[in-house]
């Protein structure tokens, strides 16, 4: 049997595994903490189960297709990843987004159609509902893209314990968004968000768990 210890988010974002990554940038900063334990898992291991489960953020934005997502109501009883980023991202949000749609790609066409992968952004100045979409569509034409007001995204994402940031400028004018690198899975069983990624996790890893998360069971 493995041995896990049990901490507590704010000891897990003080071990930097909840970060606030600037895409395209060196500089990262400390994640907001959050109320939930966590269970450590094995570094051997790419998912980090959550010993007491997030709840659903009440998150309700636009779609791009313009229209309101309900996201606890929409996903409710699926199987559920979401993930926090931004198109003009160079690096870990398109990277994160490729794999999880290349092990999406290996799984039988009734479990594709479960899984549900949403992705909102932490940058909706820029990202409007087509952008997003066009953008989306070249990972893969089933994710759901988000968008809308900034203090809802950034409250939404805090109750899964993810923080991030207004985009601001680098010291070259470069607009870069701040932001919770981390991927959050949603049992069909409980609607709890009870498995984190890192910004690290490969197509292989996630292809080997996406089976279980699929039937809510722990990777």
């Not at 997003?132 to 409250?155: E, N, R, S």
């Amino acid at each position: 049997m493995r041995n896990r210890k049990a901490v507590t988010a704010l000891a897990f974002a003080a071990a930097a595994a909840l970060t606030l990554s600037a895409c395209g940038s060196s500089g990262d900063k400390a994640g907001s903490s959050s109320i939930a334990d966590v269970e450590a898992s094995p570094k051997t291991q790419a998912a980090t189960v959550l010993d007491r489960p997030f709840t659903k953020p009440n998150l309700v934005l636009t779609d791009t297709n313009g229209k309101e997502y309900d996201f606890r109501e929409v996903t409710k009883g699926k199987p559920t990843l979401i993930y926090f980023g931004y198109t003009h991202c160079p690096d870990v949000c398109p990277l994160t987004m490729s794999n999880i749609s290349i092990a999406k790609r290996d799984l039988p066409k009734a479990d594709q159609d479960k899984l549900q992968v949403v992705f909102v952004t932490t940058d909706p100045e820029r990202d409007t509902p087509a952008s997003l979409g066009k953008w989306l569509k070249a990972q893969d034409p089933t994710f759901t893209g988000l968008t809308g007001d900034f203090p809802t995204i950034q409250a939404g994402a805090r109750q899964i314990g993810i923080g991030i940031e207004p985009a601001t400028k680098d010291k070259n004018g470069k607009p870069v968004s701040m932001h919770g690198a981390q991927v959050v899975a949603f049992s069909p069983k409980t609607d709890g968000g009870y498995v984190l990624y890192g910004e690290d996790t490969t197509a292989e890893e996630y292809a080997k768990d996406l089976p279980k998360l699929i039937k809510g069971e722990n990777p």
